[in-house]
């Protein structure tokens, strides 16, 4: 790991979690909390660890994920600078519930459950505010079951696609690109389809002039025609 240097009360006080803390509450949760890097690719946590922690990401990208018996993996989201991971075992203080893994090089600032749940229990606020993050997850899980169940591969993608825009995207002149860079296989893992299928599609949609895929990275020039794919609405 390298080190990294960061004023943790700063960090704290633009999060938008804990922005409406007092200087002498943030100054004493900066003391309690670390600060941790991650290079590309390397494993923050896996399921089954003990859950004494909740992270923020400050630079960098996270993915949680599961794997099947087989090997197959699930990407369950993908947390990008300034959202929060770990909050379900901080809370319950059990175990991680799937892996965390960078993908790309991370800096973290970590929140042990010890620490931080007297800070919970003196601000209601704050409370409030990880209740509305855990109810987004509840949202986007249901979302994802919805979409198994209901849609065939071309909406899930279309659906999986205009998520990832709303989550990353970066207009740009002729649209949107989705500022993160992941594999077929990365993006089937996070739908729930095949690889296969994937490039099947992406294929098809850039022939038609609905998106373009330059080293990785996917921008949407039509927006209107993903959304018309969706079935159930963008």
């Known amino acids: 790991m390298v080190a990294i240097q960061f004023d943790k009360e700063a960090v704290l006080a633009g999060h938008f979690l804990l922005r409406h803390l007092g200087r002498e509450e943030l100054r004493g949760l900066a003391a309690a909390a670390t600060l941790a890097n991650h290079a590309r690719n390397a494993v923050i946590f896996n ?6 922690s909740m992270m923020a990401v400050i630079r960098g990208r996270v993915k949680i994920c599961a794997y099947s018996a087989d090997g197959k993996e699930l990407v369950l989201n993908l947390i990008d600078r300034g959202g929060l991971f770990g909050e379900i075992a901080l809370l319950d203080g059990r175990p991680r519930t799937a892996d965390a893994v960078a993908l790309e090089e991370t800096d973290l600032l970590v929140l042990t459950r010890a620490r931080f749940l007297p800070f919970l229990t003196a601000n209601p606020e704050l409370t409030v505010r990880l209740f509305s993050v855990l109810c987004q997850r509840l949202r ?70 609905y998106i373009a895929v330059q080293s990785g990275i996917i921008t949407i020039h039509n927006r209107a025609a993903l959304e018309g794919m969706t079935g159930l609405g963008a």
């Not at 591969?153 to 998520?163: C, D, H, M, T």
């Not at 649209?175 to 992406?202: C, F, P, T, V, Y």
């Open 47 to 52: 399921k089954d660890d003990p859950g004494d």
């Open 140 to 209: 986007q899980t249901s979302e994802h079951l919805e979409d198994a169940l209901f849609l065939e591969a071309p909406s899930r993608l279309a659906r999986g696609l205009l998520r990832l825009a709303t989550a990353f995207g970066k207009p740009v002149a002729r649209g949107l690109r989705i500022d993160i860079k992941l594999s077929q296989q990365q993006i089937g893992s996070l739908i729930g389809i095949s690889r296969e299928s994937i490039n099947k599609h992406l294929g098809e949609w850039t022939q038609s002039g």
